[in-house]
């Protein structure tokens, strides 16, 4: 069972920047073996995709956070994360990191609140 663990998240003003990462356990998964995606989810809406990173460092974003979200990848470490810039309120949400072949045995997510 593949083991994400998001961390980073909290409050920040509009305008703000934070900095999320995500663990995988590498005795079940390989960082490298595939892509892998941050989603997150508001309360009250469906869980939505954010980015997506692939196994050479090319990447693709929603619309909505593209040009201020950068999404990235340390395969020694095995670990994923996304560089948000330029945060909006509407940005808050619970984020989550996951294999988006396959989105399963999803973690906790970490908590991002913009607000002022």
């Known amino acids: 069972q593949v083991q994400f663990v998001e961390s980073g998240g909290g409050l920040v003003q509009p305008g703000g920047s934070l900095r999320l990462s995500c663990t995988i356990s590498k005795t079940i998964k390989s960082i490298s073996d595939g892509p892998m995606a941050w989603y997150r989810q508001a309360p009250g809406k469906q869980r939505e995709w954010v980015a997506t990173v692939y196994i050479f460092g090319s990447a693709d974003y929603g619309e909505s956070v593209k040009g201020r979200f950068i999404i990235a990848r340390d395969n020694l470490a095995n670990t994923l994360s996304l560089q948000m810039n330029f945060l909006k309120p509407e940005d808050s949400a619970v984020y989550y990191c996951?294999?988006?072949?396959?989105?399963?045995?999803w973690g906790q997510g970490t908590q991002v609140t913009v607000s002022s």
């Open positions: 996951n294999d988006p072949n396959n989105p399963t045995n």
